[in-house]
């Protein structure tokens, strides 16, 4: 379906920047959806493979020239940044210094980013800088790739699995090449199609009887009973006289379902996406419950705050209600069929932790398990924190650990390109506490 290509390359482009949450991390990651550009829509390749480094303020594509105008406007200079914080030291103040930082306008030779104020400065950064020039370098090639035009074959995704074909999740590499993704023979690739497969085969990779995820080392033994019922329902035994092409939503014996709440970027991925975390259920119906105010169907203009679209053996239903009113009419849920993602929620983030408040206790209620995951070590250890000290009566499922399925692009940080982030680079699990384990209801 070299149709679809294109338009991935877009959702590739638009996942990379924009942010998970809507204050703090739009910021973080980009000052805006970038618009549509010409490049982007067209095979003929308008940049060859040997020509997509660009100094940002010189590039050949709009988008990229105006991110560089973003940074130059709201980014800092490392130096002067520094300066700034010793000198308020010096002077115990917290307020920001009275004479304004200068904007970063020198581009890095080697990555192309404006990076500092002055070729000077610069200079006398050189050193710290480069421990992240590498990954900027990479960002900058790798965006001007996904606009580059050329046929996106690692878009081209295969179909359903053929039932005697095992899949190994260990890995991205493993699960590619199980999963028979072709063209996928570069690094490059790699970080484009791991970009948006991330949301799907995060939450597969959890739930699949062939999961990376092993009792001791990364789960409890509450966390494998939690994970025994869901899979209890996934992996049922073969039902005879059922073919794959029947239409399983009216064979599956239950339909799982799969929550997700304060959704943004993975709501925003076209449906046949999910269809690769469908592909490891052959015979599962789903439903994916986006829920929060970012949570908008791809390619929509309505603006009906609850949708629905079928695909397949999936049913997406998009809501933009605040979770404890969905959270009522979507009741009442049962730990065999239910499970609840919180992709980089911002649990202890100061813009969202409130929001949170009133929905963690309705989710640990319903005993079904519920999985995070954080842009790197230090978001996930506060979303950890926030729920320890938060005294719930709740079981760990899984130890907060390094996601197998993070995406492997880097995000960087444009107010502050020194940071930079991995999308689902950690995750972690927990459940309300529960004494007894109750049968699944045949
Ligand atoms: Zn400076
Ligand atoms: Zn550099």
Same mark, same amino acid.
């Given at each position: 379906?070299p149709?679809t290509?294109?338009s991935?390359a877009?959702?590739?482009? &638009?996942?990379?920047?924009?942010?998970?949450r809507?204050l703090?991390?739009?910021?973080?990651?980009?000052?805006?959806?970038?618009?549509?550009?010409?490049f982007?829509?067209?095979?003929?390749?308008?940049?060859?493979?040997?020509?997509?480094?660009?100094p940002?303020s010189k590039?050949p594509?709009?988008a990229v020239?105006q991110?560089a105008? +973003?940074?130059?406007?709201h980014?800092?200079?490392?130096v002067?940044?520094?300066q700034?914080?010793e000198?308020?030291?010096?002077?115990?103040?917290?307020?920001p210094? =009275?004479?304004?930082?200068?904007?970063?306008?020198?581009?890095?030779? !080697?990555?192309?980013?404006?990076?500092h104020?002055?070729?000077?400065?610069?200079q006398? !950064?050189?050193?710290?800088?480069?421990?992240?020039?590498g990954?900027?370098?990479?960002?900058?090639?790798?965006?001007h !790739?996904?606009r580059?035009?050329?046929?996106?074959?690692?878009?081209?995704?295969?179909?359903?699995q053929?039932?005697?074909?095992?899949i190994?999740?260990?890995? +991205?590499?493993?699960?590619?090449?199980?999963r028979?993704?072709?063209?996928? &023979?570069?690094?490059r690739?790699?970080?484009?199609?791991?970009?948006?497969?991330?949301?799907?085969?995060?939450i597969?990779?959890?739930?699949h009887q062939?999961?990376?995820y092993?009792?001791?080392?990364?789960?409890t033994?509450e966390?494998?009973?939690s994970l025994?019922?869901?899979?209890?329902?996934?992996?049922?035994?073969? @039902?005879?006289?059922?073919?794959q092409s029947?239409?399983?939503?009216?064979?599956?014996?239950?339909?799982?379902?799969?929550?997700c709440?304060?959704?943004r970027a993975?709501s925003?991925?076209?449906?046949?996406?999910y269809?690769q975390l469908?592909?490891?259920?052959?015979?599962?119906?789903?439903?994916?419950?986006?829920?929060?105010p970012?949570?908008?169907?791809?390619?929509?203009?309505?603006?009906d705050?609850?949708?629905?679209?079928?695909?397949?053996?999936i049913t997406?239903?998009?809501?933009?209600?605040?979770?404890?009113?969905?959270?009522?009419?979507?009741?009442?849920? &049962?730990?065999?069929?239910?499970v609840?993602?919180?992709?980089?929620?911002?649990?202890?983030?100061?813009?969202?932790k409130?929001? +949170?408040k009133p929905?963690?206790?309705?989710?640990?209620?319903?005993?079904?398990? @519920?999985?995070?995951?954080?842009f790197?070590? =230090?978001?996930?250890?506060?979303?950890? &924190?926030?729920?320890?000290?938060?005294g719930?009566?709740? !079981?760990?499922?899984?130890?907060?650990?390094?996601?197998?399925?993070?995406?492997?692009?880097h995000?960087?940080?444009?107010?502050?390109?020194r940071?930079?982030a =991995?999308?689902? +680079?950690?995750?972690?699990?927990?459940?309300?506490?529960?004494y007894?384990?109750?049968?699944?209801?045949?």
């Amino acid at each position: 379906m070299p149709k679809t290509a294109p338009s991935l390359a877009i959702v590739a482009i &638009n996942t990379a920047t924009n942010g998970r949450r809507s204050l703090s991390l739009k910021s973080f990651f980009s000052p805006r959806k970038p618009k549509k550009d010409a490049f982007t829509s067209q095979f003929e390749p308008v940049l060859e493979q040997a020509n997509l480094f660009h100094p940002l303020s010189k590039s050949p594509i709009p988008a990229v020239r105006q991110k560089a105008e +973003w940074i130059s406007k709201h980014g800092s200079c490392a130096v002067c940044k520094d300066q700034e914080h010793e000198h308020g030291h010096k002077h115990g103040e917290h307020k920001p210094e =009275q004479k304004k930082r200068k904007a970063p306008t020198y581009e890095c030779p !080697d990555c192309g980013y404006p990076t500092h104020c002055s070729e000077e400065h610069y200079q006398m !950064d050189k050193d710290r800088h480069k421990h992240i020039c590498g990954i900027l370098r990479e960002i900058n090639e790798d965006e001007h !790739d996904l606009r580059s035009g050329r046929r996106m074959k690692e878009f081209e995704f295969p179909g359903a699995q053929h039932r005697d074909e095992a899949i190994n999740l260990s890995n +991205w590499d493993t699960f590619l090449y199980t999963r028979g993704f072709l063209s996928m &023979n570069s690094e490059r690739s790699m970080r484009h199609v791991s970009h948006v497969l991330t949301y799907p085969i995060t939450i597969g990779s959890v739930l699949h009887q062939s999961s990376p995820y092993r009792l001791g080392k990364d789960l409890t033994v509450e966390g494998l009973k939690s994970l025994a019922a869901l899979r209890h329902t996934l992996h049922p035994a073969v @039902i005879p006289g059922i073919t794959q092409s029947q239409d399983l939503r009216t064979i599956a014996t239950h339909t799982v379902r799969i929550f997700c709440l304060g959704a943004r970027a993975e709501s925003h991925l076209p449906p046949h996406i999910y269809m690769q975390l469908a592909y490891l259920f052959p015979t599962t119906a789903f439903q994916i419950h986006f829920v929060g105010p970012d949570a908008i169907p791809p390619h929509t203009k309505s603006k009906d705050p609850h949708q629905h679209v079928h695909y397949e053996q999936i049913t997406f239903i998009y809501d933009n209600s605040r979770y404890e009113t969905y959270h009522a009419e979507a009741g009442p849920f &049962n730990p065999y069929y239910d499970v609840f993602f919180l992709f980089s929620p911002g649990l202890a983030h100061p813009a969202t932790k409130d929001m +949170w408040k009133p929905t963690i206790p309705l989710l640990l209620d319903t005993k079904c398990a @519920i999985f995070g995951t954080g842009f790197d070590e =230090q978001d996930v250890m506060n979303d950890v &924190n926030e729920i320890e000290n938060a005294g719930y009566e709740m !079981d760990w499922l899984m130890k907060p650990r390094e996601n197998v399925f993070r995406s492997l692009k880097h995000e960087v940080n444009l107010t502050d390109v020194r940071q930079s982030a =991995q999308c689902n +680079w950690g995750i972690w699990g927990i459940r309300g506490r529960r004494y007894d384990v109750r049968p699944a209801e045949e």
